[in-house]
């Protein structure tokens, strides 16, 4: 599996956009979302709608916002370099971001209705590659003491090896502390949204914890 082409992640964040919408759209706007402390449903569209506003200059709910979203990251050049919170990166790296910050508070939503939440198998992958990608390298604060290995059940190839040095590669291959199950699951503890007794977690609970600390990108 690879990094989707630019055109599938514009439509991924447009699709991405109107599935939160549609789940947020009969909900109370006062319920509180478990996974983003302090946060409510309207509090967490408003925090969306203010990304894609940042990122393309587009208004309107979320559904209105992506569908903009889309169509004007579709017209620019994938490579046109834009500064956006004070990053500065090619158009695609900020068009898969939105797609899978939009994908993940999708799960937020949808964890804090009670609602079912899934994902296309080859997204999920890319969306942990993300996440790997956006914390690799030396951070500060202890390094966990050995390998992380993640291990998606029901996707093959779906494996990961992580370094304390955050270096990471897709492999099948034994580290101290690992979690395995289906892989929604498992992006979705690696993002720190499902707690990880939600899958099958090997060795110390404690160096687990210590590498989701440092996985978290808030």
């Given at each position: ?7 599938a992640?514009?439509g ?15 909900a ?5 979302v ?27 709910s ?17 490579d ?10 090619p ?7 939105a797609?899978?910050d ?8 949808a964890?804090?209705l009670?609602e079912?939440?899934?994902?296309d198998?080859?997204v ?9 990608e956006?914390?690799?390298g ?27 040095s ?11 502390t690992?979690?395995?199950g ?14 990880p ?22």
């Open positions: 599996m690879s990094t989707p082409a630019y055109e992640l514009c991924l964040a447009g699709a991405e956009a109107h599935r939160l919408a549609a789940l947020a759209a009969n109370n706007p006062a319920t509180p478990p996974t983003c402390p302090g946060w409510t449903i309207t509090a967490l569209t408003g925090h969306v709608t203010g990304n894609l506003h940042a990122l393309a200059g587009v208004t309107g979320v559904a209105e916002a992506g569908a903009a979203f889309e169509g004007a990251m579709l017209a620019r050049d994938p046109q370099p834009r500064e956006v919170f004070g990053l500065t990166q158009a695609r790296w900020w068009v898969r971001h797609a899978y939009l994908l993940i508070h999708r799960a937020d939503v964890l804090a009670g079912p939440f899934s994902a198998p080859a999920a992958v890319d969306a942990l590659d993300e996440l790997l956006l914390v690799s030396p951070r500060g604060g202890a390094d966990p003491a050995g390998a992380l290995h993640l291990h998606a059940t029901d996707t093959p190839g779906a494996e990961w090896l992580v370094e304390p955050l270096a990471w590669r897709r492999a099948h291959e034994k580290a101290p690992a979690i395995r289906p892989l929604v699951d498992v992006l979705l503890v690696a993002y720190r949204r499902l707690p007794s939600d899958v099958e977690v090997f060795g110390d609970s404690a160096e687990l914890t210590r590498w989701l600390d440092r996985l978290n990108v808030g």
